[in-house]
Structures are given as C-alpha cells and as structure tokens.
C-alpha cells in the first residue's frame, strides 16, 4: 500500500517569514496530492491540492510543487501570518478511489 | 447544508462498555469513511464506505464494527472499549476525491 512521509513534525517561524513542508509517497500509481490544514479543535480541511498532470499550483499565500520522479510534493506558505497557526497534514491517493494515506503531520506555528 | 455532522463531541467510557459513535452528512456523498487521530500519527483510516450497503476495512479496523444503511449515516460501533481506543475520532465524506471532515468525537477509555 501507500506511505506517506511527513517532514517537519514542528515547524516555528516569525510572523512574515516563509514555511515549507515536504513529503514523500511511495506508490508510483498516486496521481492526486492534497493538503488539508486543522485548526485547534476542529477537523482538517482541504486548502490546495494538486494532480499528476501538473507541476506547480498557487492559491494567493499558498503553493503546492510536484515531482513525480522523485515521488516527493512539498507545501509553501509565504508570509506567514498567526492565523495559519495549525497542523497541517499532505496526503496522496489514486484519484477516484477517494480514501487518500495521510502523512502524520506538521504543526505549523507563526510567532507575531 | 450542515456538511458532516458528529456525536456525540465528547464521551467517557469505562473498559468493556460499548458505544456508538454517530456520522450524518447532508451532501449526498457517497464515499464515506472512519479515521482516528492519534498525538504523532496522523489519521489513520479505521473503515470506509463506498456506498450504502458497502463497507471495507481501513488501516485499524480491529475492535471497531460500521455499517452504511442510508446514503447519509455512517456510524461507527466500539463493542467493547479499551485504553488503546482513547483518540478522537473524525467522519468525512467524499466528493470528487476531496474529503469533508466532521468536527470530531474525543473520546476516552479508562
């Protein structure tokens, strides 16, 4: 089956400062990625996501990179705000099965 | 529409007890699945359900029975708690390979 490895599992940065978390799977067959973001108290919630097809993705502060030869994709947050305090999970499946392998998670924290 | 809703958000259970654990969405979704949150393990899928009437096991499936009579229940049976099951406990759904996360179930065996 899949495994998904997660790194960092904590991450500490400053207010305006870039964060960025990697991942690695293992199942060449894997062709969709997302990242779900958890606040404290609450369940994980999809935020970017990325296919096969496609090596790069933005969403205002958020990108998400692929690289299918080395079965690694990675999370980049710039100008990190207290508010994207969270833990923060990637995940990777066949699309179309819908039941994704999670990485364990990194707990992001952003000091003002 | 209320999404994925979970009860109850909290519970205590003695060793040996038994419980359900409630899973409704309103999306008509019809993946549907179990996962448990462990402090440095991340969600690990417990069982899963493709439509109603099917269900599969997950990752940790041990101890834990579902069963998927309507398109939008989903619940989760513990039939007899141990410590080991102390987690919290979050429902989701699918669509489109997204997965909608309820709020969770806390839960501890003592």
């Known amino acids: 089956g899949e495994n998904v490895e997660q790194h960092p599992s904590t991450l500490s940065v400053q207010e305006g400062d870039s964060a960025v978390i990697k991942c690695t799977y293992s199942d060449s067959a894997s062709n969709y990625f997302p990242w779900y973001k958890q606040e404290l108290g609450k369940g994980p919630q999809l935020i970017i996501d990325?296919?096969?097809?496609?090596g790069e993705k933005k969403d205002q502060r958020i990108a998400v990179t692929l690289n299918k030869t080395a079965k690694h994709f990675s999370l980049h947050i710039t100008e990190t705000q207290p508010e994207d305090s969270a833990v923060y999970f990637c995940?990777?499946?066949?699309?179309?099965?819908?039941?994704?392998?999670f990485g364990r998670g990194t707990s992001l924290i952003v000091h003002p | 529409n209320a999404g994925v809703t979970q009860t109850p958000k909290f519970q205590v259970l003695k060793t040996g007890q038994s419980m359900t654990l409630q899973c409704a969405q309103d999306?008509?979704?019809?993946?549907m699945s179990w996962y448990r949150q462990d402090p440095g393990m991340g969600l690990r899928l417990i069982h899963y359900s493709v439509g109603a009437g099917i269900t599969d096991q997950g990752e940790v499936p041990n101890g834990y029975n579902v069963s998927r009579s309507t398109t939008e229940d989903f619940p989760l049976r513990l039939l007899s708690a141990a410590p080991s099951q102390t987690s919290v406990y979050f429902c989701?759904?699918?669509?489109?390979?997204?997965?909608?996360f309820g709020p969770g179930t806390r839960l501890t065996v003592l």
């Open positions: 990325i296919r096969s097809n496609v």
């Open positions: 995940a990777a499946s066949k699309g179309g099965s819908y039941i994704p392998t």
């Open positions: 989701a759904s699918s669509y489109d390979d997204e997965q909608f």
């Open positions: 999306m008509n979704h019809e993946y």
